[in-house]
Nanobody, 127 residues
Framework: QVQLVESGGGLVQPGGSLRLSCRVS????????IAWFRQVPGRGREGVSC????????HYAGSARGRFTISRDDAEHTVYLQMNNLKLEDTAAYYC????????????????????WGQGIQVAVSS
């Protein structure tokens, strides 16, 4: 059973940076695509970034492109989301998700492709 554990969230001022980590266990990370989603209360889960299995090319939502960078370290069983120049509107609970053969592309995220989820971690951007 795939298990995902997020870490690295917290409170940061606008313009600041955070790096989220998603540690994967229960299977080989290299066989999975990994995505980051976020959610604010009252709204649906929004795709932020994803990376396919066996590929290091990141794909991003429009709101994340140019500010966020996804990377994977299969040897460390971890996927990272480096978030720079954070804005107030980036405040949300962030979730990592895994899928065996998900569609991973810019701007479009198919929620049903991601079959395993972490518990989520809070990111708060505030002055």
């Amino acid at each position: 059973q795939v298990q995902l554990v997020e870490s690295g969230g917290g409170l940061v001022q606008p313009g600041g940076s955070l790096r989220l980590s998603c540690r994967v266990s229960g299977t080989t990370l290299s066989s999975l695509g990994i995505a980051w989603f976020r959610q604010v209360p009252g709204r649906g889960r929004e795709g932020v970034s994803c990376v396919s299995s066996g590929d290091s090319t990141g794909h991003y939502a429009g709101s994340a492109r140019g500010r966020f960078t996804i990377s994977r370290d299969d040897a460390e069983h971890t996927v990272y989301l480096q978030m720079n120049n954070l804005k107030l509107e980036d405040t949300a609970a962030y979730y990592c998700a895994a899928g065996s053969s998900p569609r991973c592309r810019d701007r479009v995220f198919y929620l049903s492709d991601w079959t395993s989820w972490g518990q989520g971690i809070q990111v708060a951007v505030s002055s």
